[in-house]
């Protein structure tokens, strides 16, 4: 069968297994992103109106969901902002009516988000993933290469405003692109803005695909870490690039979780049942938290004749 709007389901690494729906032709956009992996903008446009044929889309949709495939999401995503299709909401609800079992999400710039009939449209989405990756309207220009009349300042505070009255869950991206958007000063400003909004989890990306411009490269570990370490006490945070994390707590805050096990363990080295009665956490948060901190370096780990035992760097020792 011959598709032209709906692909996958490809395996992503931020929702699963997931089915793709484009509502543009490549590349329509209010956006000319510096990093898009599907590269330079060639319609840069505020325009919305029915892009492609919004009956053709659901019945290609319904082709492929009639032998009810294994699926985590439904994505609006692919060749361009999928909101700029007017009839969005069309499709939404044909997928909330008919294929109500399967999860919708939308991936978008979040420059239109505050349009009220907008809002309306993607009311029933399940989950939505806005970008902002600058901190400044002098980022903005840079990275993200705006349409004529999109404004940095009323951008944010209209996707302030959407994500206190949206009933999905948010998840917001950052794209960090090193020497543009990770100053301290920038890290400062994002967390100004970020922690006024209503969030579910920050997504931290960065270069893991060619992009548009030569000289993008990916943000190190220990760059990331410094945006994890600022965002962290006022929203969960993953990182989705190259460099994997994802903030895992039980009964504590993101920071605090971390905190309570390094407080600890740098007074002594605790094997993993040893802190699930200190914290109070089950096994299997307690695990993916200590990987983590082996990950960023922050405790060492080894293997004493009562098990497994994980201390600061400078407090391990031989188990007496």
Known sequence: MTRKYVFGPVASRRLGVSLGVDLVP??????????????????????????????????????????????????????????????????????????????VCLLTNGFALGDAELRREIEPVDRIIPSLDASCPEEFAAINRPAPGLEFERFVAELTDFTHHARAQIDLELFIVPGVNDSDESIRRFVEIIRRMRLDRVQLNTLDRPGVVDWLRPSSPENTRRFIAALEPFVPVEAVGPFRYRTRSAGYTPDRAAQRVLELVRRRPATVEDLELALGMPEKDVLPLLESLLEFGEITAERQARGLFYAAPETLRKEN
Do not use: Q
């Open 26 to 103: 490549a590349k329509t956009c209010s956006l000319d992103c510096i990093y898009c992996e599907a590269k330079h903008t060639t319609n840069l446009t505020l325009e919305r109106r029915e892009y492609v044929p919004v009956d053709a889309v659901i019945a290609e949709l319904d082709r492929v969901l009639a032998p009810a495939p294994e699926l985590d999401f439904i994505t609006f995503s692919g060749s361009g902002e999928p909101t700029l299709n007017t009839g969005i909401g069309r499709v939404v609800d044909f997928l909330k009516t008919r294929y109500r079992l399967y999860p």
